[in-house]
């Protein structure tokens, strides 16, 4: 079944190709997010485009989540998603591979967080888990193959 989601805000624009209907719940696991993200269209001209894009995709599949969530005075992932999954979203060039993983590491150091996704364009190697939590990678380039 296709999400209707050939959305426009604005200028705004997100394509998503199929996806099965047990991936549009409200009790998404982090694997069927990262399939449902990796088949999206992101705008990738900025970070807030991205994450505006994120955020409509979060929205269609009617996935709870909260924007830019504080963990505390420093660590605020861009999505945090009802049941303890943090989302960040970093593009290629705007961001340093160890600065990345750092972040990521001081999200999954916080006990409401349960697993970590981290959307992204940078070609990068993640462990499967960091502080005991798992660690996702989306890929936002897979989209546009």
């Not at 449902?36 to 995709?57: N, P, T, W, Y």
């Not at 269609?60 to 605020?76: H, M, P, S, Y």
């Not at 999200?107 to 959307?119: F, N, S």
């Amino acid at each position: 079944m296709a999400l209707g989601l050939a959305c426009k805000d604005g200028d705004l624009r997100v394509e998503m190709c199929e996806v099965r209907v047990s991936e549009q719940t409200k009790e998404n696991s982090p694997e069927s997010l990262v399939r449902v993200i990796g088949r999206c269209r992101f705008d990738l001209s900025s970070e807030k485009r991205l994450q505006a894009g994120m955020e409509q995709v979060l929205r269609n599949l009617g996935v709870r989540f909260e924007r830019e969530k504080r963990l505390n005075a420093t660590d605020i992932p861009d999505f945090f998603i009802e049941g303890g999954i943090a989302v960040e979203c970093k593009m290629k060039d705007k961001a340093k591979k160890m600065a990345v993983y750092a972040q990521v590491r001081r999200y999954a150091g916080h006990p409401e967080v349960k697993a970590i996704i981290l959307a992204t364009n940078i070609s990068m190697g993640f462990p499967e888990q960091i502080e005991g939590k798992p660690v996702f990678l989306a890929s936002l380039s897979a989209g546009w193959m």
